[in-house]
């Protein structure tokens, strides 16, 4: 899960990533999961009543890697029985690859 | 020690709950081209909180639907039917099977790893060009047979799962080590007492022995499908065991690399998204 953060919208500077899709009260989509805000839309939405966001917090490079590396144990840990079986190497890589993205 | 045998463990399987009734019709629709959608749409929507479950999945971003859908009707039209019944079914099975009272068995992992089946399934069968819903449905309800054995024999079962944890092997092996049987075993009699679809009831009595299976079957993909699950971390459980894996039914699947990455990434974001229905 990608770290976020609930930040009121008069403390959010534009170039922010929207961490989830924002819907107004009858749930229609105003903005998508991952939208860069701009300043405009800082002035529209908070004209919608719009007053917090949800947004992506930056990531500490420091910690990422050491998450990454508990991630890897895991699967080790997970295949600790079936490493070195012909038939587990395909799963086994493509976990670990997927999960040196996925690590949270 | 002296546990019940696989006849004593079947002839007892009226002591789980039965399957909820709305359960029942949705997997007889499974293998029925004409299913009265609209009765079975307003029999859903009369429990309300199985319909505001599934109404929350259909509502999260995964479906990226541009509005929201109100009820149970509404998100048959814009999701299709067999989306809607397995979300229903889903919501069902987990909220209407509880396992009773069983030191070391943790009811909401084992629905957890269900749920993460049935997604990994679904995603290997789209791989594969095959029928994805019955599939879902399969990795579901595959390890029903533990849940069973649980609820049958809770104390024969909790000493099962020490075993298991003790020495470090599968749950399937300390099964047959103490019982004789396993819970596929358990879980193909119910199949058939419940009168599940053909290729359900082949993935659950298989799913551990793909090649008494069909060839690339059912069970072959539930088989796989249940590595993945694991492989991903998605019980939540802390001793989790990659299965066994047979050798020649991950040949015949044939998936490469590529094809394996996707798998993997739709199986965590559909789960991610579908586990919303365990409450």
Redesign the interface.
């Known amino acids: 899960m990608t770290p976020s953060s609930l930040v009121p919208i008069t403390d959010i500077k534009p170039g922010a990533t929207l961490a989830?899709?924002l819907?107004d009260a009858?749930?229609?989509?105003l903005r998508p999961?991952g939208y860069v805000i701009a300043e405009a839309d800082l002035e529209n939405l908070q004209r919608r009543g719009i007053q917090t966001l949800v947004i992506v917090t930056p990531r500490d490079p420091a910690e990422d890697n050491r998450l990454r590396e508990a991630a890897r144990a895991?699967?080790l840990?997970?295949?600790?029985?079936?490493a070195d079986?012909?038939?587990?190497q395909?799963?086994?890589?493509?976990?670990l690859?997927?999960r040196q993205e996925?690590f949270r | 020690m002296t546990h019940p045998s696989l006849a004593e463990m079947i002839s007892r399987l009226h002591k789980l709950p039965a399957m909820p009734a709305v359960a029942m019709e949705l997997l007889s629709s499974l293998a029925s081209d004409n299913t009265e959608v609209d009765a079975l749409a307003r029999r859903i929507a009369q429990d309300q909180a199985i319909a505001a479950r599934v109404l929350r999945v259909a509502?999260s971003?995964f479906y990226g639907l541009?509005?929201?859908v109100g009820s149970i009707r509404d998100a048959i039209v814009v999701l299709g039917f067999s989306s809607v019944r397995s979300l229903v079914l889903t919501a069902t099975v987990v909220s209407g099977l509880p396992a009773g009272r069983c030191p070391g068995f943790s009811q909401e992992d084992f629905w957890r790893h269900g749920l993460a089946v049935g997604v990994a399934a679904r995603s290997l069968a789209r791989a594969l060009g095959r029928k994805a819903d019955n599939l879902f449905i399969a990795g579901l309800l595959h390890d029903i047979g533990r849940l069973a054995m649980v609820v049958v024999a809770p104390d024969d079962y909790a000493r099962v799962i020490a075993t298991a944890h003790e020495q470090?092997c599968p749950l399937q092996q300390a099964e047959i080590s103490a019982f004789g049987y396993d819970h596929a075993a358990v879980g193909a009699a119910l199949a058939q007492r419940w009168n599940f679809p053909a290729d359900i009831r082949e993935a659950l009595a298989f799913h551990h022995a793909p090649t008494d299976g069909t060839t690339g079957g059912p069970a072959a993909l539930i088989h796989y499908a249940d590595?993945?699950a694991?492989?991903?971390?998605l019980d939540g459980a802390e001793n989790?065991?990659?299965p066994?894996?047979?050798?020649a039914t991950?040949?015949a699947l044939d998936?490469d690399?590529h094809t394996?990455?996707r798998v993997?990434?739709e199986t965590?974001e559909g789960f991610d998204h579908c586990s919303l229905l365990l409450g």
């Open positions: 989830e899709a819907c009858s749930g229609a989509l999961a895991r699967v840990h997970i295949f600790r029985h079936s079986a012909p038939e587990a395909a799963l086994l890589h493509a976990v690859a997927f996925h | 509502n971003p541009q509005t929201q470090d590595a993945i694991k492989a991903l971390d989790t065991l990659l066994h894996l047979d050798p991950i040949d998936l690399q394996l990455a993997l990434a965590q």
